[in-house]
């Protein structure tokens, strides 16, 4: 039989599913091509990671994914956080499910974009997710591999916190990644899982587009005045310490939470607010970064 050259879908030469690796068995091989024909057809994949829960990487996920929709650009978001899968609010999309049909999985469509979450899976957002850990990396390996996403131009995957076995299979399996987006918040105990996210990246390979301090500061909904309730700058030190971007800081807006509450994208309905004009700046430097600038290439 003729050697298959490439991954069903590219043609490409260079494509890593060209050759079948020594420690691979046939079945493997065929499983990692079928993933690497969903992947090619993605010309850009950014991760968005976090050290510690509730820093604000779903805000940050979901406002870029938007952000990219609203350019005209075809975009998936992929949450696969899976102990807190708070994509589906944030977009209104609570009482989605899961469909499929004989192709696979059928991400959920909304404005543009292309969404999937561990979120569609559950048949009350209150239930708790109980997997084990190969349980939870057959459902990820799924949604890359088992669901339409098409063609896009972007897929923006919410990764769940931390540099345990999650975030390492998404960075395994998603080859190759454009860069990781890390979220923190400005004190010390953020800071030092922080650093952790790079040295995780680093030693992956995976370029870190920049690290966002999220929440640093309040702004007063009356005044528009800003107080800083944690220390402020550790996000900003962290990434002049470790020789990563610093991508800006987004403060704490009871605005940011109230669209994400209520399933309205802050960038798209609030966006003349100052807090959306900084995050937008923030997106437009992620955009415009040097690993994803080359969108038609
Ligand atoms: P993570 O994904 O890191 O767990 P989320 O993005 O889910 O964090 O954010 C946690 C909560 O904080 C959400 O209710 C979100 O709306 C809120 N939030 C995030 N960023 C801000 C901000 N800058 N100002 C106010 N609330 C925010």
Redesign the pocket.
């Known amino acids: 039989m003729e050697e298959k050259k490439t991954c069903d879908s590219c043609g490409d030469n260079s494509c890593s599913a060209k050759n079948q690796n020594k420690d691979e068995s046939p079945e493997e091989y065929a499983d990692r091509r079928k993933l690497q024909a969903t992947l090619c057809r993605i010309k850009h994949k950014i991760i968005v990671l ?1 050290g510690k ?8 996920a979901v406002n870029l994914a938007t952000a990219l929709a609203l350019n005209g650009l075809s975009v998936g978001l992929l949450d696969v ?1 899976i102990h ?1 899968p ?1 994509v589906p609010t944030m977009l209104g999309l609570e009482n989605e499910h899961l469909q499929g049909n004989p192709g696979g999985l059928l991400p959920v469509e909304f404005g543009g974009l292309k969404v999937m979450s561990l979120g569609f899976l559950l048949q009350n957002p209150d239930d708790a997710v109980i997997w084990r850990g190969p349980m939870k990396m057959s459902v990820i390996k799924q949604f890359l591999t088992d669901v339409q996403w098409g063609d896009l131009d972007y897929l923006v995957v ?1 990764v769940p ?1 931390g540099t345990g076995d999650e975030p390492l299979s998404i960075c395994q399996l998603i080859q190759p990644l454009d860069g990781a987006v890390i ?1 923190t918040t400005p004190q010390k105990v953020a800071a030092v899982d922080v650093r952790k996210s790079i040295s995780f990246c680093r030693r992956l390979d995976v370029p870190v587009l920049g690290v966002v301090e ?2 640093s500061g309040f702004v007063c909904p009356k005044c528009g005045g800003v107080t800083q309730i944690l220390p402020e700058g550790g996000g900003k030190k962290i990434a002049s310490d470790m020789n990563v971007p610093f991508l800006g800081a ?5 605005a ?2 109230r ?3 209520s399933g309205k994208v802050f960038v798209y309905h609030e966006s003349k607010t100052p ?1 959306a004009i900084i995050m937008q700046k923030i997106i437009d430097q992620i955009i415009d970064s040097d690993k994803t600038k080359k969108l038609n290439s």
Do not use: R
Request: zero cysteines; glycine letters at 18%.
């Open positions: 976090s829960g509730g820093v604000g990487k779903s805000t940050v956080d807190g708070s919410d916190p979220v999220n929440m987004i403060p704490m807006d009871p940011v939470s669209s994400g509450d807090t």
